[in-house]
C-alpha cells in the first residue's frame, strides 16, 4: 500500500500543534521563491528560530514567475510542509539529520489570486521580504502597469510598496526590509534601484518615493549553502518507506550554512537568526564575507575544473581525494591564497578547513564539468587577483597558482568540431568547452596557426598570456611567468605528475 503524502493531516502531537501555531500567527515574512534552495535555507533558518521560541511569526510564499505554478500547487497540496534532509561532515563524521519543516502558512499564486497577493501589502505585521528569483530576477525590463499581474520581481514589489504607502497614509513604521537571497553583489542596492526606476515608469507620485527610500530598507545579504534538492529516486523510496509517507518537495541540503547580512546587529531582535545559535551575520561591511569566498572556495573550484577534467577526474570529491591534486588545492589555498588576503590568516584558514569538508561532503557529487563553465571570467574575478598580489610585488608566482594558470591554458587547446569547441585530456579523452564565443575562437584560432605553422609552445604561451581582452591586461608581460607556465606544461604532459 503507498504511503499518504506529506500534509497537516498526518502531523501529530509537537509536530501538529507547531504547525497549527504557524497557522494562526500573522505573516511577518513575504517569499519570493517557491524553489529548494529558500526551503533549505531561510524557511529552515526561520523553523529552527520558531522551534526555540524566538521567531512568532508565519510565511507566506508566492513564485516570482508563472512557470513555477506547478511547484507552487505542490506547496499548496502539502499545506506548506516539506521534508528537509541535512547531511555531510561535521568536524570530519558524517551526520544525516531530518525534520519536517512547518514555517509557512499562505501559499498564493499571484497570476492565479493577484488581489490576494496584494492584500498582503495592506497586512499590518508584514515586515521582512526574502528573495531568490535567480540574478535574472533583478533586473530592469520595461513594463506597463496594468490591470493584470505585473511580470518582474521588482515590478510586482514597487506596486506592493506603493499600495502599502496607500493603505498606510506613508506611515514611517510601515516600511518593508528586503533580503534578496539572489547572487548578485549590492543585490539589495540593485533591487531598490529598479523598484525605484518603476515607480518613476508608472508615474508615482514624489511623496512615495520618499517614504520608499527613507522608510524601507534593502539589504546587501551574500548567502551560503548547497541545497541538492531532491534525492536520487532510490534514496527518496526508502527515505519513504523509514517515515511512512511520500513528500515530492524532499529537499537535501549540506550541513554549511552561512547568511551575512548589511545591516545593524539590532535587526535580529526582529528577526532572531543569530539568537537561534545559525551562522548569520550582521555586518556594515559584506566584503570580507565576498572575498574569501569568491578568493578561497570560488577560487579553489576554478583551479579544480581545468586540471581535474584533464586528468579524467569528474567530481569535486574525487579531486579532493586524489592523492597528489586534493593536497595540491590545500597548499595553493593555505600558502599562496590566504598570505595575500588582507584578513586573520587563523581566521582565513579557519574558513578554509570548511570548505575542504564542503568539498569532501560524500552526499554531494559536483561535477567538474558544471564549475569548468565560462572558466575564462571566474579565473579572472577568482584567481587573478592572487597572481596578481605577487607579480604587483615583483615576486615570483607560487608554484600552485602557476599551475592554474597553466592547467586553464592547456584546458583551452581547443578546435571548433561540428559548432562546438572540443579539447583532449592528457589520456587522449575529449571534453566540450563552454565560454564566451568570441574568446573561444580567438584562442582556438591560437591553437590552430599555432600547430599549422609547427609553432614552439613558448611563443604560443605568451600569445595567449597576452590576451588583454581576455585577461583584461597583458600577463605576458610578468617577468618569468610564461617560463613557469611552459615548465609546469613539460612536466605534466611528461606524466611526472598526477
Given at each position: 500500500?503507498?504511503?499518504?503524502?506529506?500534509?497537516?493531516?498526518?502531523?501529530?502531537?509537537?509536530?501538529?500543534?507547531?504547525?497549527?501555531?504557524?497557522?494562526?500567527?500573522?505573516?511577518?515574512?513575504?517569499?519570493?521563491?517557491?524553489?529548494?534552495?529558500?526551503?533549505?535555507?531561510?524557511?529552515?533558518?526561520?523553523?529552527?528560530?520558531?522551534?526555540?521560541?524566538?521567531?512568532?511569526?508565519?510565511?507566506?510564499?508566492?513564485?516570482?514567475?508563472?512557470?513555477?505554478?506547478?511547484?507552487?500547487?505542490?506547496?499548496?497540496?502539502?499545506?506548506?510542509?516539506?521534508?528537509?534532509?541535512?547531511?555531510?561532515?561535521?568536524?570530519?563524521?558524517?551526520?544525516?539529520?531530518?525534520?519536517?519543516?512547518?514555517?509557512?502558512?499562505?501559499?498564493?499564486?499571484?497570476?492565479?489570486?493577484?488581489?490576494?497577493?496584494?492584500?498582503?501589502?495592506?497586512?499590518?505585521?508584514?515586515?521582512?521580504?526574502?528573495?531568490?528569483?535567480?540574478?535574472?530576477?533583478?533586473?530592469?525590463?520595461?513594463?506597463?502597469?496594468?490591470?493584470?499581474?505585473?511580470?518582474?520581481?521588482?515590478?510586482?514589489?514597487?506596486?506592493?510598496?506603493?499600495?502599502?504607502?496607500?493603505?498606510?497614509?506613508?506611515?514611517?513604521?510601515?516600511?518593508?526590509?528586503?533580503?534578496?537571497?539572489?547572487?548578485?553583489?549590492?543585490?539589495?542596492?540593485?533591487?531598490?534601484?529598479?523598484?525605484?526606476?518603476?515607480?518613476?515608469?508608472?508615474?508615482?507620485?514624489?511623496?512615495?518615493?520618499?517614504?520608499?527610500?527613507?522608510?524601507?530598507?534593502?539589504?546587501?545579504?551574500?548567502?551560503?549553502?548547497?541545497?541538492?534538492?531532491?534525492?536520487?529516486?532510490?534514496?527518496?523510496?526508502?527515505?519513504?518507506?523509514?517515515?511512512?509517507?511520500?513528500?515530492?518537495?524532499?529537499?537535501?541540503?549540506?550541513?554549511?550554512?552561512?547568511?551575512?547580512?548589511?545591516g545593524e546587529e539590532s535587526l535580529d531582535e526582529q528577526l532572531p537568526l543569530q539568537k537561534a545559535g545559525l551562522n548569520v551575520h550582521w555586518t556594515n561591511d559584506l566584503r570580507p564575507y565576498q572575498q574569501r569566498k569568491v578568493r578561497i572556495l570560488n577560487a579553489a573550484h576554478t583551479w579544480m575544473a581545468p586540471i581535474g577534467i584533464l586528468h579524467g577526474i569528474e567530481h569535486v570529491r574525487e579531486m579532493m581525494e586524489h592523492q597528489v591534486l586534493g593536497q595540491a588545492v590545500k597548499?595553493?589555498?593555505?600558502?599562496?591564497?590566504?598570505?595575500?588576503?588582507?584578513?586573520?590568516?587563523?581566521?582565513?584558514?579557519?574558513?578554509?578547513?570548511?570548505?575542504?569538508?564542503?568539498?569532501?561532503?560524500?552526499?554531494?557529487?559536483?561535477?567538474?564539468?558544471?564549475?569548468?563553465?565560462?572558466?575564462?571570467?571566474?579565473?579572472?574575478?577568482?584567481?587573478?587577483?592572487?597572481?596578481?598580489?605577487?607579480?604587483?610585488?615583483?615576486?615570483?608566482?607560487?608554484?600552485?597558482?602557476?599551475?592554474?594558470?597553466?592547467?586553464?591554458?592547456?584546458?583551452?587547446?581547443?578546435?571548433?568540431?561540428?559548432?562546438?569547441?572540443?579539447?583532449?585530456?592528457?589520456?587522449?579523452?575529449?571534453?566540450?568547452?563552454?565560454?564566451?564565443?568570441?574568446?573561444?575562437?580567438?584562442?582556438?584560432?591560437?591553437?590552430?596557426?599555432?600547430?599549422?605553422?609547427?609553432?614552439?609552445?613558448?611563443?604560443?604561451?605568451?600569445?595567449?598570456?597576452?590576451?588583454?581582452?581576455?585577461?583584461?591586461?597583458?600577463?605576458?608581460?610578468?617577468?618569468?611567468?610564461?617560463?613557469?607556465?611552459?615548465?609546469?606544461?613539460?612536466?605534466?604532459?611528461?606524466?611526472?605528475?598526477?
Amino acid at each position: 500500500m503507498m504511503a499518504e503524502r506529506l500534509n497537516a493531516n498526518l502531523l501529530c502531537g509537537e509536530q501538529k500543534r507547531g504547525f497549527d501555531d504557524v497557522v494562526a500567527s500573522p505573516v511577518t515574512v513575504l517569499q519570493i521563491g517557491e524553489g529548494n534552495f529558500l526551503r533549505g535555507f531561510a524557511d529552515w533558518m526561520l523553523h529552527v528560530s520558531r522551534e526555540q521560541g524566538m521567531f512568532h511569526g508565519s510565511v507566506a510564499v508566492t513564485q516570482p514567475r508563472a512557470t513555477g505554478k506547478a511547484k507552487i500547487e505542490e506547496l499548496a497540496a502539502q499545506d506548506g510542509i516539506y521534508t528537509l534532509v541535512i547531511r555531510g561532515l561535521e568536524n570530519g563524521m558524517p551526520v544525516e539529520r531530518q525534520s519536517v519543516v512547518s514555517i509557512i502558512s499562505q501559499v498564493i499564486d499571484p497570476y492565479e489570486d493577484w488581489n490576494r497577493f496584494i492584500a498582503l501589502a495592506e497586512s499590518d505585521c508584514l515586515r521582512f521580504v526574502i528573495s531568490n528569483t535567480t540574478e535574472a530576477g533583478i533586473t530592469y525590463k520595461q513594463e506597463q502597469l496594468t490591470d493584470s499581474p505585473i511580470a518582474s520581481f521588482p515590478g510586482k514589489m514597487a506596486y506592493l510598496l506603493y499600495r502599502r504607502y496607500l493603505s498606510f497614509g506613508g506611515a514611517a513604521d510601515k516600511g518593508l526590509i528586503f533580503l534578496p537571497c539572489e547572487l548578485l553583489e549590492n543585490n539589495g542596492q540593485t533591487l531598490r534601484d529598479i523598484v525605484i526606476q518603476y515607480s518613476l515608469d508608472w508615474g508615482f507620485p514624489e511623496d512615495f518615493r520618499a517614504w520608499l527610500t527613507r522608510d524601507n530598507r534593502f539589504l546587501n545579504t551574500l548567502v551560503d549553502r548547497i541545497v541538492t534538492g531532491y534525492p536520487e529516486e532510490e534514496q527518496a523510496q526508502a527515505w519513504f518507506s523509514e517515515w511512512s509517507y511520500t513528500d515530492r518537495l524532499l529537499t537535501t541540503a549540506e550541513p554549511y550554512h552561512l547568511w551575512a547580512i548589511q545591516g545593524e546587529e539590532s535587526l535580529d531582535e526582529q528577526l532572531p537568526l543569530q539568537k537561534a545559535g545559525l551562522n548569520v551575520h550582521w555586518t556594515n561591511d559584506l566584503r570580507p564575507y565576498q572575498q574569501r569566498k569568491v578568493r578561497i572556495l570560488n577560487a579553489a573550484h576554478t583551479w579544480m575544473a581545468p586540471i581535474g577534467i584533464l586528468h579524467g577526474i569528474e567530481h569535486v570529491r574525487e579531486m579532493m581525494e586524489h592523492q597528489v591534486l586534493g593536497q595540491a588545492v590545500k597548499t595553493m589555498v593555505r600558502f599562496e591564497i590566504i598570505p595575500t588576503l588582507p584578513y586573520s590568516v587563523e581566521e582565513m584558514n579557519a574558513y578554509a578547513d570548511t570548505v575542504f569538508e564542503r568539498f569532501s561532503n560524500p552526499f554531494i557529487h559536483h561535477r567538474l564539468t558544471d564549475i569548468g563553465m565560462n572558466s575564462l571570467s571566474k579565473f579572472k574575478v577568482r584567481l587573478l587577483p592572487s597572481l596578481s598580489h605577487y607579480a604587483d610585488l615583483g615576486l615570483q608566482i607560487p608554484e600552485e597558482l602557476v599551475a592554474g594558470m597553466a592547467g586553464l591554458l592547456r584546458y583551452y587547446d581547443i578546435a571548433q568540431v561540428n559548432g562546438q569547441f572540443e579539447g583532449r585530456d592528457f589520456q587522449g579523452g575529449t571534453y566540450v568547452v563552454r565560454d564566451d564565443t568570441e574568446s573561444l575562437m580567438r584562442i582556438a584560432e591560437i591553437w590552430t596557426n599555432a600547430k599549422r605553422n609547427r609553432e614552439d609552445l613558448q611563443i604560443t604561451i605568451k600569445e595567449l598570456l597576452a590576451l588583454k581582452t581576455v585577461w583584461g591586461i597583458n600577463l605576458e608581460e610578468w617577468n618569468g611567468f610564461a617560463d613557469s607556465i611552459w615548465n609546469w606544461w613539460i612536466k605534466v604532459e611528461g606524466g611526472d605528475e598526477g
